[in-house]
């Protein structure tokens, strides 16, 4: 099978869990984008799964990121960049220069550097604020903020310039069921609609739990091995 076929059918079986899920829950299908989470894959496949109709990349590493971006515009291919890796304060303003939407907002500090490195590209970056569910009490490294400083979080992303509010964004915690991660950020997204009425959408799912989070109202979910295939281990 070439490359392109691979990719296809990845694609066929994920658009297909999809509809399913949504049929499932009696939603549309065009309320949930599909962000293809391309990291550690070459520019050319996602130069592939624009041809079969992506729209949306998500990339978790920086300069990673940009690079496989700048590739692509340089072969006139335009996509929406997702930024959906853990983020350090001093690589944020280079980070907001060329994703379109930035889904790993954890903490105040990068809020002005986000807004500053968007501005001074001349855009607008979306942004949502990463909570970690997680419900020990010992911090796990993992990224995300505490589900008590989301408000506060959110109400700097608003007063930044060069951001926009889009929601919020979680990665399931590994020692809980994904349901009950999925109904504690939908109750979270709720709360953060009485402040932020446009602030809609909840990126939630991944390859092992699409069908749970777009149950629990998901409007992006972030795929990557479904359709890669599975990734070298970490580096
Ligand atoms: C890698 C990654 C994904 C995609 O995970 P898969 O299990 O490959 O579908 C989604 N979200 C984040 C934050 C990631 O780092």
């Not at 984008?33 to 729209?55: I, M, N, Q, S």
Request: with cysteine.
């Amino acid at each position: 099978m070439s490359r392109e076929d691979e990719l296809r059918h990845g694609l066929a079986v994920v658009r297909d869990r999809i509809a399913r899920a949504c049929a499932d829950a009696g939603r549309d299908p065009g309320e949930v984008t599909l962000v293809v989470v391309t990291k550690t894959y070459p520019a050319a496949d996602v130069a592939l799964l624009h041809r079969l109709g992506v729209t949306d990349v998500g990339e978790n590493r920086h300069p990673e990121a940009g690079r496989k971006r700048a590739e692509l515009e340089a072969a006139g291919e335009q996509l929406r960049w997702h930024f959906v890796g853990a983020l350090q304060s001093n690589k944020a303003a280079a980070v907001s220069a060329y994703a379109d939407t930035v889904h790993s907002v954890d903490r105040v500090a990068l809020v002005a550097r986000l807004s500053r490195g968007a501005a001074s590209a001349g855009r607008t970056v979306d942004c949502f604020v990463q909570v970690d569910l997680a419900t020990h009490a010992a911090p796990t490294g993992r990224a995300g903020c505490a589900p008590a400083d989301v408000a506060a979080l959110a109400d700097a992303v608003v007063a930044a310039d060069a951001l926009r509010l889009a929601g919020l964004m979680t990665v399931a915690p590994l020692d809980e069921r994904p349901q009950d991660a999925f109904a504690e950020l939908t109750r979270l997204s709720s709360a953060l609609r009485r402040d932020h009425p446009s602030a809609v959408a909840v990126s939630a799912g991944m390859t092992d739990d699409l069908e749970p989070a777009i149950a629990a109202g998901a409007t992006h979910v972030r795929i990557g091995r479904a359709i890669l295939g599975e990734r070298p281990p970490l580096r």
